[in-house]
């Protein structure tokens, strides 16, 4: 994704702490929910561990500014899946998204739990993917797009993009992450 040229060249102060996608166990830790096919289901405690461990150690070493309203959360296909499960499972630690190609497929209850909530406070969503993606992924994307906007989304704090042109790759998830760093410089870091 070219995450420290991104950051560097758009000058913006952060910290970026990237986690491996697990391999084998991928599907294992970035699936909050079983799937009939494909098993899977602990993203739960993926999250837990991100949350309750990894984020407070990243907090005790760095100068960091600890707070939801610093603290963005992002992913590519089951990485976007995870992501927006954090985003609605730990309001009071993430308030910022990214989410890439989201696997919404995997399942409903995704859907479920982004109904079943109110918009967390301040909470802000980049939300693309591409128009030559397999699968249901562009109808997910509007499906959930449109869910976002029906439980109080502005169109200030989601951005949602069917990119023209592109497919489910890390080119894509490249070309696209500078574009959502500039979105939330525009649209966060300028406000605050």
Not at 62 to 89: A, D, Q, R
Request: hydrophobic residues 35%; negative net charge.
């Amino acid at each position: 994704w070219q995450v420290d040229e991104t950051i560097d060249s758009l000058n913006i102060p952060c910290i970026v702490v990237a986690i491996e996608h697990g391999n084998e166990k991928r599907i294992d830790e970035l699936t909050p929910y079983t799937h009939e096919k494909y098993g899977g289901g602990k993203g739960k405690a993926y999250s837990d561990f991100i949350v309750n461990t990894l984020k407070p150690m990243i907090d005790s070493l760095y100068p960091t500014l600890p707070g939801k309203e610093h603290t963005l959360v992002g992913g590519s296909s089951l990485g976007g899946l995870i992501s927006h499960y954090m985003l609605f499972t730990y309001p009071e630690v993430f308030s910022k998204g990214i989410l890439f190609s989201p696997s919404y497929w995997y399942s409903e209850k995704i859907y479920d739990l982004t109904e079943a909530g109110e918009v967390p406070e301040n909470t802000m969503i980049y939300l693309a993917s591409g128009a030559m993606e397999p699968g249901s992924t562009v109808a997910d994307h509007e499906r959930m797009a449109a869910l976002l906007k029906k439980i109080g989304f502005s169109e200030q704090d989601l951005h949602t993009e069917i990119r023209e042109g592109a497919a489910h790759n890390e080119d894509f998830w490249k070309k696209e992450f500078p574009k959502a760093m500039i979105w939330y410089q525009q649209n966060y870091f300028n406000r605050n």
